[in-house]
Every structure is written in structure tokens, then in C-alpha cells.
């Protein structure tokens, strides 16, 4: 479960005809799930690119909730659901230590709402992986809107709140018996720099070291799609899985 600290009733965008004109009737406690998958799709040992050996692509899916489960006035409506699929191309070092990885991929990201709540935009992005100790590693990313005829576009200036580049930071110790997350998200500007913040703690429970009990902390913009401009803060207490 998560509860923020600003509901967004009525979400707004700069584009001609995707503002909320009649409030929604939100609770701030809501049921947050998400699930990510990857498959390998081709790869390519034994290569010898600027010192990268291997090559392998991926297809990968990221799908996110946010369910009103308790807003039983309302019938307990889904808010929204952010689909987000990518097709990334990963050039390996082979290094026990250090530099591991650098990705190229193309993501698309959208909510599945008509107008006025549709959001939605398409990117680029380089992405460089470093590891050490096989407890602490580092995901660093940069990315390029592609873009859209202005007459389509649900969001013509999110990456003035999303962002620009993010990074991700992740220890775990080698016997698993906790891991933290954060997760540092920037537009780069000095003026009007906005970002978003993210840590997530997680411990394995009984069911063994795929299930875990996980607590996660945010703020800032961008929380979901359709809360891209809005600036907010959330607690979340619940449950995750890994390697099904």
C-alpha cells in the first residue's frame, strides 16, 4: 500500500485539451503493484568492439498500477496503469570488476487514458553499468526524446519534470539478507531544476530469498505518468518477488 502526500485530482497538461475539468474524488491511500520482465532475444559471444565481448538483446516489459482499492464510493477504480515496453541492445566488458555493461535502447511509455488524462512519449537512451564487490553497483542513464507532432503530443514539456538522466544505485550483501535502492532522477537545468528521489528496503521473508518485505520512500515529480507535473511524497509498505 502507498499514501501520498498531495492526491492530483486534477491532472493537467500544457497540451490543447488535457486538463481534468471536473475533480476526481481520489484517496490518498491506494495499492501499488508493478511487475518487469526480460528476455534474452539474440546474443553474440566473442565479440572485440572498443573492448566490449559480448553483445545481446533484449526485449523487456515494465508495467505499473495504481489501484484505489479502499475508495469503495467510487467502486475502487484503477487511477492509472503505465506500460512501458523497450528493446535494448546490452555491450558486455566481460570485467570482474568495475565497467560491466553499457545498454542502448528505446523505450515507450504511456498511461492507457483517453484525452484529457493520456500521456505518453517515446525515447533513447545510453546507459553505462559499473559493479564492485558483487555487493554495490551503479546504473547510470541518459536519454533523448523523440520527437512528436506538436498536435499529438500529451506532454510536450515532461522532460522539463521527468527529466533528462537518472541513476540508480544498488547494494546488496552478499548473503542477501537486505538490499537498498536509490533512485536519482534530474532535468539538469540550474533553473527550475526539479528531479525525483526514490529509495526502496527490501529483507527476505520466510517464503525464501525470492519474496521480501520492501518499504519504499519517494518525492518529487513523476511518481507516475500521469503525475509527471505534479510534486508530491509517498510511503509505501508491501511485498516484492524476484527471479520466478
Known amino acids: 500500500m502507498r499514501k501520498t502526500s498531495n492526491v492530483n485530482n486534477l491532472p493537467v497538461s500544457p497540451a490543447a485539451g488535457h486538463n481534468t475539468l471536473v475533480s476526481n474524488d481520489l ?10 520482465f526480460k528476455a534474452d532475444i539474440g546474443s553474440q559471444r566473442d565479440i572485440d568492439l572498443w573492448d566490449f565481448k559480448t553483445l545481446r538483446v533484449w526485449g523487456a516489459y515494465t508495467q505499473q498500477s495504481s489501484w484505489q482499492v479502499l475508495n469503495t464510493r467510487n467502486s475502487s ?13 546490452t555491450l558486455g566488458t566481460g570485467n570482474a570488476s568495475g565497467l560491466k555493461l553499457v545498454n542502448l535502447g528505446i523505450a515507450h511509455q504511456s498511461n492507457g487514458h483517453r484525452v484529457p488524462e493520456s500521456r505518453s512519449w517515446n ?8 559493479e564492485w564487490n558483487n555487493s554495490t553497483s551503479i546504473l547510470a542513464r541518459g536519454w533523448y526524446r523523440i520527437p512528436e507532432n506538436p498536435l499529438q503530443d500529451d506532454n510536450p514539456d515532461i522532460t ?30 540550474l533553473g527550475k531544476n526539479r528531479g525525483f528521489v526514490q529509495f526502496d528496503w527490501s529483507l527476505p521473508i520466510a ?11 519517494t518525492s518529487g515529480y513523476g511518481e507516475s505518468m500521469i503525475d509527471y507535473n505534479h510534486r508530491q511524497n509517498t510511503f509505501g509498505l508491501g511485498f516484492s518477488f524476484r527471479e520466478w
Open 27 to 36: 484517496d490518498a491511500l491506494e495499492a501499488k503493484f508493478q511487475f518487469s
Open 77 to 89: 477504480p484503477f487511477r492509472e496503469t503505465n506500460y512501458e515496453p523497450e528493446l535494448i541492445a
Open 123 to 130: 525515447r533513447i537512451y545510453v546507459q553505462g553499468g559499473w
Open 160 to 189: 522539463a519534470y521527468v527529466g533528462l538522466a537518472d541513476l540508480v544505485a544498488r547494494w546488496e550483501p552478499a548473503d542477501k539478507s537486505q538490499a537498498a535502492v536509490l533512485l536519482l532522477r534530474n532535468n539538469l537545468r
Open 207 to 217: 517464503l525464501g530469498n525470492a519474496a521480501r518485505v520492501h518499504a519504499q520512500v
